[in-house]
């Protein structure tokens, strides 16, 4: 399995659907938030299921604030991650991860990319596609593959 993450792409879609013209299908995308309005485009663009949850621009929307998916065994909370102060610090989404038993957290907002392990908890930003905002200012995203066993490796892409 192959999971496309990525966020905050605001409206700006050009990245994002060049990235998955440009791709081997994936079997799921997950978007954490700030789509501005590109739900339908982003959702029929992927050809396969799509997981958006509402960020702090998405007015006027009826996406979910957040997501709980399974990827491979492992449970993941998605949300943009501006309710949990992420732009101070992932630590209060790292306990709230682990008080409801989650494995895996993903967000968004930032606009900094993350792959990192706290508390036992997988922490993922994939950063921006449009509007990077950590040295180098690239574009990144992540792709998850999930294995035979539902193991999942993670790895941090730049357009």
Do not use: W
């Not at 990525?6 to 997950?30: A, P």
């Not at 509402?54 to 929307?61: A, H, L, R």
């Not at 102060?85 to 989650?102: G, T």
Request: hydrophobic fraction near 35%.
């Amino acid at each position: 399995m192959k999971i496309l993450i990525v966020s905050d792409t605001h409206g700006r879609n050009d990245d994002f659907l060049e990235l998955i013209e440009n791709s081997e299908k994936f079997d799921m995308v997950i978007h954490c938030g700030d789509v501005e309005g590109s739900e339908y485009l982003i959702s029929t663009a992927t050809g396969c299921k799509t997981v958006i949850v509402q960020g702090n621009n998405d007015f006027f929307t009826d996406l979910p604030r957040e997501v709980v998916v399974k990827i491979g065994k492992y449970n993941a909370l998605v949300t943009h991650g501006h309710t949990y102060y992420v732009n101070m610090s992932y630590d209060h989404l790292v306990r709230e991860a682990k008080q409801r038993k989650m494995d895996i957290v993903i967000y968004g907002h930032t606009h900094r990319p993350v792959i990192d392990k706290q508390n036992g908890i997988l922490v993922l930003n994939p950063g921006s596609l449009t509007y990077p905002r950590q040295e180098g200012r690239k574009y990144t995203y992540i792709i998850a593959e999930v294995d035979e066993s539902g193991e999942v490796e993670c790895r941090l892409h730049h357009l």
